[in-house]
Structures are given as C-alpha cells and as structure tokens.
C-alpha cells in the first residue's frame, strides 16, 4: 500500500510541474496549437501504461510513474 502511494505521489508531483511549462510552450512558440501535445500525451500516456506490464522493479516504475504523470499533466493543460 504504502509503494502505490509513493507512486501516485510522484505522478502528481511530476504532473503539476509540468502542467505550466507545457502552456507556456504551447502558448508562447505554437501559436497557441495545443494539437501536437495532446497527441504526443495521449502517444505517451499509451506507450506507459503498456510498459508497465514489463516493469519488475520498484526504480522501473517509479520512472515511468513520472513519465506517466507528465504526460497527465501535459494532457490535462491541453484539455
């Protein structure tokens, strides 16, 4: 239990800090097309989730829970 919580700890921790630089970036050198970053969250929130089937370590997955939880943030800053 106390593993599940650090994990989702570190995905929203690694969501919150990427939700503002992936605005910034989208508003500031796109134009304001948000498109591409929610294709590449969804790309990467997709490829994550399939990776963790393969994850045999607590360091596997806390790397891709931040993975996971950035692509979060990028998507929902998008939405």
Request: aromatic residues 12%; contains cysteine.
């Amino acid at each position: 239990e106390s593993a599940v919580a650090a994990l989702a700890v570190v995905s929203q921790i690694s969501g919150a800090c990427f939700c503002y630089p992936v605005g910034f970036i989208s508003d500031r050198f796109c134009n304001g097309r948000r498109k591409p970053f929610v294709y590449c969250a969804c790309t990467l929130l997709g490829a994550v989730t399939f990776t963790m089937m393969f994850a045999t370590t607590m360091h596997d997955m806390v790397i891709l829970c931040f993975i996971l939880g950035a692509a979060n943030g990028s998507d929902l800053t998008m939405e």
